[in-house]
């Protein structure tokens, strides 16, 4: 299936600092791109997507970048806090027919 | 109160047991989904599926076995081939049409082999 590479696996930031996570898929044919963030002990939720067609996504202080050509997309937290302390993943999907790939995750820890 | 259910919270297997996890969902959904969680392994496929009485192998669908037989449930049973089953296991759900989709998860079974 997709596969879908996530780094970091770890990160840790100063509240207020930006945090940036970033993925890479390997088939072409992906063209939806979700990010979910999992709280301890929570069940995944979805923060923020993006379709193809759009290069940049932003939502108050996170934002999702693009790179159809270098099949690679990111996810930028600005103004980080304490609140932001989960696991993130990121996903790669085809469309109907398949599942959402997803990476391995990334812990972010933001300190006071 | 709408959503995607899974039970039990905690199940605990001894070895040799089969062990049946639960999932429902009272979304209209038609694709639904079966997640194994390790620490440091993301969510990896089990099984999904994308319409009732049909379903497809995700990439570690050996010693898992699943059915569709109603719209809104897809149990997952763990049976006793699967040699390493202690692990947290989502379900989750989508509308399965078109080209961008988002998946609802259940709460979680943290399953542990004794």
């Known amino acids: 299936g997709e596969n879908v590479e996530q780094h970091p696996s770890t990160l840790s930031v100063q509240e207020g600092d930006s945090a940036v996570i970033k993925c890479t898929y390997s088939d072409s044919a992906s063209n939806y791109f979700p990010w979910y963030k999992q709280e301890l002990g929570k069940r995944p939720q979805l923060i923020i997507d993006i379709r193809s067609n759009v290069g940049e996504k932003k939502d108050q202080r996170i934002a999702v970048t693009l790179n159809k050509t270098a099949k690679h997309f990111s996810l930028h937290i600005t103004e980080t806090q304490p609140e932001d302390s989960a696991v993130y993943f990121c996903a790669g999907f085809k469309g109907s027919g398949y599942a959402l790939n997803f990476g391995k995750g990334t812990s972010l820890l933001v300190t006071p | 109160d709408g959503g995607i259910t899974q039970s039990p919270k905690y199940l605990f297997r001894k070895e040799g047991q089969n062990v049946t996890l639960s999932c429902e969902q009272n979304?209209?959904?038609?694709?639904m989904y079966w997640y194994r969680q390790d620490p440091g392994q993301g969510l990896r496929l089990i099984y999904y599926?994308?319409?009732?009485?049909?379903?497809q192998k995700g990439d570690i669908a050996e010693g898992y076995s699943v059915s569709r037989e109603k719209k809104e449930s897809f149990p997952l049973t763990v049976t006793s081939a699967q040699k390493n089953p202690t692990a947290f296991y989502l379900c989750a759900s989508s509308i399965g049409r078109g080209h961008d989709t988002e998946a609802f998860f259940g709460q979680g079974t943290r399953l542990t082999v004794v």
């Open positions: 979304l209209n959904h038609d694709a």
């Open positions: 599926s994308q319409i009732v009485n049909d379903f």
